[in-house]
């Protein structure tokens, strides 16, 4: 889903040297290595990794154990399918499947829930197919295997080797060649010819959270009390960045905001690509979005038709690609029963 998220907490890693700040997507702290060089820990410093602990069910495989995969490399991916992060590594880890699979390589992709819709297995399997996500998955509703890594990023990959060790420790997008170059050396093959990953944004508009749970809204609009719909004046465009704004009666949710009268949602942000996780109380309902008071035109993302976007289930979807530098307003007209759980920016 730019899933965001700082504070400074310092907890105790699988791996020795490994220290890991709080929940957040970006930014992300350092991985384990930040070179090829040092891309994978002494053998002699390894720890056994926690097995698959608490999983609801898995995909495109039968339940696996540590101890079933013994003499794999085995690659563990944390993710979540509305994480925007977690989408953008998708291609590097289909790429790095497709090329070692036949070589040794495991991918098992532990999907650990931020939002109670991704909770759901056919929501999780739905997207699984719609990703085209063909490695096995492991659905980790009640983050129970996520709790024993002590794991506090989307994405996070741990890579264990043929003993089932923790050989390398990677948060975040981006080092794509240092994780390749890490699993070839596992398996004892050459690394060489990877496709290029996703490029990883910076100096863009943080991931902006709509609910009081994590959220703040713009110019100081508080939020009403939790299931009972407040109103919010509109004052036109927001004078506050990196801030949500909403006009028109809302309710608070804790993780979302859900419209109960048509109205807007509203953010000055600066970002080449906006992307929101949005849904709805029940059938489609279709938002017309606007950039600077204009139609996006070729900028407009592919989750739109034109200057429309139709949500009709909870998800991610992508409003905007190609803007240029500087500040815009992003303009989102909704009906009663749109809900806004995030912005999230490439």
Known sequence: MNRFRIALLAVVVLVAAVVILTVVRPPMPPSLSSSASASLQPAAQRVPA????????WLNTQ???LQSLKGHVVLIDFWTFSCVNCVRTLPHLADLYGRFKRRGLVIVGVHSPEFDFEKDRGNVAAAVRRLGVTWP?????????????????????????????IAYVHYGEGDYDVTDQAVAALLGVSAAGGAAGTPVPNDITPELYAGSERG????????????????YPDPGPPAQSDAIQV??????????LQAASAGHVRLRFHADSVYVVAGTAGG????????????????AGPALLGSTLTVARQDLYQLLQGESSGLHVIDLAVPAGFRIYTFTFG
Do not use: K
């Open 50 to 57: 926690p097995d698959f602990t608490g999983i609801d069910g």
């Open 63 to 65: 339940p696996l154990t």
């Open 137 to 165: 998955v492991a659905i980790d509703s009640q983050m129970a295997t996520w709790n024993a890594y002590s794991n506090q990023y989307w994405p996070a990959e741990y890579l264990l080797d043929q003993q089932g060790r």
């Open 216 to 231: 703040q809204l713009a110019d100081g609009a508080g939020y009403g009390q939790p299931g009972v719909p407040t109103a």
């Open 247 to 256: 006009t028109g009666s809302w309710i608070d949710e804790g993780q979302y």
């Open 284 to 299: 489609d309902l279709s938002a017309s979005v606007l950039i600077d008071g204009a139609p996006l035109g070729a900028r």
